[in-house]
């Protein structure tokens, strides 16, 4: 734990006292976002102080040119930068001509801030004294609408304390922004004009290179004392921002409000020629329906939301908050409603590692999707990685692979590949395995075969065409191996045989052998369609299953454990827990070659096979290996802890457990590992879900049932959560004395507790 000022609360995160240092790790954490756009909790005010400025649309990005040393070739061109977007949030305040700045006052008391997550706000509140000693209390509200998600809404309001003061409000829109992340400190934005009508403003704007249209409104409107005042204003524009200036005598006591929506309208939903008249069609919409009922429209939406995605947790408020903030995160990254977007892992908290798509996706996100939202929603997921499959055959053309081999890529916008690190971009093909298992896990959970058929089949078969290109046959092994590659543990790079790598590959040609089968006898009009697509042939399926059948898995028979690659032994293995304090992290303490040579792991590779595939497992074999390399663990991957949690539960190790439990879905709160000013670490959010869902609660899918092995932390009275399973909603409620199942549904289902069938009813209360 690296920092601790966050109150601890049920529902929301609290900060108490203003603190500079503080101030961009909080823009982190109260990020706002609804799905199409999002912010950093940047004040709205001027700061001079640090601070990241961040505000950013949903699916537009820059192809910031690649930056390496030495080119090579099969580098990708770009690097995708999530744009920051311009600002619409500003409100600059003078009081009696002097500019109100939290950096610079002589006094800055009772500073609090709130992000509630429950109704999806944001607030702010101080008083301060200025230095020309005007004494004031300011107080601001703001959400980004879920319900219409184009706009947003700021009320900020100003008192003033010990004088009357006059107090002028300055709101406007800055096109003049920069990507915290530039390569080469281009230009991402052309201003294509700047207006105004009445009390609203536009910038139209378009991306360099990628040519997003994008207008940035704005709408504003000032109140005294609650009652809406008409006044002139000046107003100021320039090449890249425009703003007004409303000027207001005040007097001691009175309170000045400025109201403002603002947000984007963008050509991705709109023609490029008509987005001012989409901005001004939204502003009149929001503006009718008012701050107030604008809010309360936020707070319906979220308590839908909540109805179905809360886990409850009784008698532990830190960790309450955790998986709340967890799952509220998400919400604002990803709510399923545009098929284009995917969830980037940063959301639209920072601008760190680019890219839309990660396979954080597929291995981590889609089981939080499917089970607290209609199972479309992840099906849209599985969807976006069809569309994207002649991207990814072009990709693995690049490296030399043919006849329609796939290689998805790491990062991605629009499904090339965009991240310009060799030792992740080349060799990190251990993504494509999450994308079939992705498929498989659709499946099994929702009982919808209907994707495999009409568009998965296509994928599995791409994906099984690069594996078996990727492997090579060792005859001094007399087996296939995977050479040069790197595991979901980035600590070691270019290896040989990450049994991850290789156990992935090997199910993932198993895989789609078995589903060519499956389709070829069930679905005979899609078998012969996707046949004639691709080409296949059973020559080609026999050389497939050579590789599959043969393939190499390093292994110690000292150690009785399979090795995360052929060198691991090879290492000077001292544990995580003779690593001097001072030197974590270790990957902002240590240069890269020294890291590369230790043992420390940054997120355990078998561990994380053993997690997808446990069933090809024993428990003697999971704690075997957990004991082995969980030693040697730094967790300085986000993915790292859920994974750890769900398997220390599996062995009923619940106190280690319940810490990991927290280190994932504290992770940011606390700030772990020393970066949560970057942004939020939001992809891993879906494993705080897993890490209850799944490990505390044991769920699985077994046989086509459910299957639970309910266990609680000491530290807890009880927690619930809710499931939806086919289209049928399942209450958990999990207590020190049993756990109560309600079913919410049509048909009574059958589930698994504890290794014994139980029958469950609508609206019944069972308790086992």
């Not at 207008?215 to 007004?244: H, P, R, Y």
């Not at 629009?414 to 498929?439: K, L, S, V």
């Not at 059948?549 to 995580?576: A, H, R």
């Amino acid at each position: 734990m690296n920092h601790n000022y966050i109150k601890p609360d049920n529902w929301s995160i609290i900060e108490e006292g203003f603190d500079a240092k503080r101030v961009k790790s909080s823009e982190s954490l109260m990020s706002i976002g609804n799905g199409a756009m999002g912010q950093r909790a940047n004040f709205e005010e001027h700061y001079s102080g640090e601070t990241f400025q961040g505000s950013y649309v949903a699916g537009v990005y820059y192809p910031d040119k690649t930056r390496v040393g030495w080119w090579k070739n099969g580098y990708p061109e770009y690097f995708a930068k999530v744009l920051n977007a311009p600002n619409w949030i500003g409100i600059n305040v003078t009081i009696n001509g002097e500019q109100l700045d939290l950096a610079k006052c002589e006094k800055v008391e009772h500073f609090r801030r709130e992000l509630n997550m429950k109704e999806g706000w944001l607030s702010r509140s101080f008083t301060a004294t200025l230095q020309n000693f005007i004494e004031i209390k300011v107080e601001t509200k703001r959400f980004l609408s879920l319900e219409i998600d184009e706009v947003g809404a700021i009320e900020y309001n100003v008192t003033p304390l010990n004088n009357d003061a006059q107090i002028d409000f300055i709101p406007y829109l800055d096109n003049g922004i920069t990507n915290e992340d530039s390569n080469w400190d281009d230009k991402f934005w052309d201003v294509l004009s700047v207006n105004h009508d009445d009390d609203q403003a536009f910038i139209v704007s378009k991306t360099m290179k990628t040519h997003f249209y994008v207008c940035t409104s704005m709408q504003t409107q000032v109140s005294l004392n609650g009652k809406a005042l008409k006044q002139d204003k000046v107003v100021s524009d320039a090449i890249d921002k425009i703003e007004f200036t409303y000027k207001n005598q005040v007097s001691k006591g009175d309170t000045i409000t400025m109201t403002k929506f603002g947000g984007y309208t963008a050509d991705r939903n709109h023609d490029k020629n008509e987005l001012i008249t989409a901005a001004k069609k939204t502003l009149k919409t929001v503006s009718q329906m008012g701050f107030d009922g604008l809010l309360e429209t936020q707070k319906e939406a979220w308590a839908k939301i909540w109805d179905m995605a809360d886990i409850s947790i009784d008698g532990d408020v830190a960790a309450q908050q955790g998986i709340r903030f967890n799952i509220f995160h998400l919400n604002q990254t990803y709510l399923g409603k545009d098929t284009r977007l995917n969830i980037g892992p940063k959301g639209f908290t920072g601008e760190k590692y680019g890219g839309s798509t990660y396979w954080d996706t597929e291995a981590y996100c889609i089981p939080f999707y499917m089970a607290t939202k209609d199972q479309n929603v992840a099906k849209s997921l599985l969807e976006y990685r069809y569309n994207h499959l002649d991207k990814a055959i072009e990709n693995a053309q690049k490296l030399g692979f043919t006849n329609g081999a796939a290689l998805y890529p790491m990062v991605t916008m629009n499904g090339e590949e965009c991240h310009n690190e060799w030792e992740i971009t080349f060799e990190e093909i251990h993504r494509n395995g999450a994308i079939a298992f992705a498929i498989f896990n659709y499946y099994r959970y929702t009982g919808d075969y209907s994707y495999i058929p009409e568009k998965g089949l296509e994928v599995l078969i791409g994906i099984a065409r690069f594996w078996h290109q990727r492997a090579t046959f060792s005859t001094a092994k007399n087996k296939y191996v995977i050479l040069g590659v790197t595991g979901p543990n980035e600590y070691e790079n270019n290896v040989n045989n990450n049994w991850y790598t290789n156990y992935i590959a090997q199910w993932c040609i198993q895989y789609a052998l078995e589903t060519i089968e499956k389709v070829k006898e069930g679905f005979n009009d899609d078998y012969t369609r996707v046949k004639g697509k691709t080409q296949i042939t059973d020559s080609e399926l026999d050389q497939w299953k050579a590789v599959a059948d043969n393939m190499y898995f390093p292994f110690s028979e000292e150690k009785n454990v399979y090795l995360q690659q052929d060198g691991f032994l090879d290492k000077e293995l001292i544990t995580v827990a003779d690593l001097p304090k001072a030197s974590r992290p270790i990957n902002q303490k240590w240069s890269w070659d020294r890291i590369l040579r230790s043992p420390y792991i940054k997120q355990a590779d078998i561990l994380q096979g053993m997690y997808f595939f446990e069933d090809d497992f024993s428990t003697e074999e999971l704690e075997r290996h957990f004991d082995f390399y969980e030693p040697f663990t730094v967790h300085e991957s986000s993915l790292s802890p859920c994974v750890h949690s769900i398997q220390a539960a599996k062995l009923g190790r619940m106190e280690q457990a319940y810490e990991f439990y927290l280190r994932t879905s504290r992770l940011d709160l606390d700030d772990y590992n020393h970066e949560v000013e970057e942004g939020l670490h939001i992809t891993s959010m879906a494993g705080t879900w897993m890490s209850i869902v799944e490990g505390f609660g044991g769920m699985r899918v077994t046989n086509d049932m459910l299957s639970f092995e309910p266990k609680i932390p000491n530290e807890w009275d009880s927690y619930s959560f809710k499931i939806n399973f086919r289209n049928q909603i399942l209450k958990v409620n999990v207590t020190k004395n049993g756990t109560k199942f309600q079913l919410d549904g049509d048909h009574q289902i059958d589930i698994m507790v504890k290794g014994e069938k139980v029958t469950i009813s609508p609206n019944n209360l069972v308790t086992v």
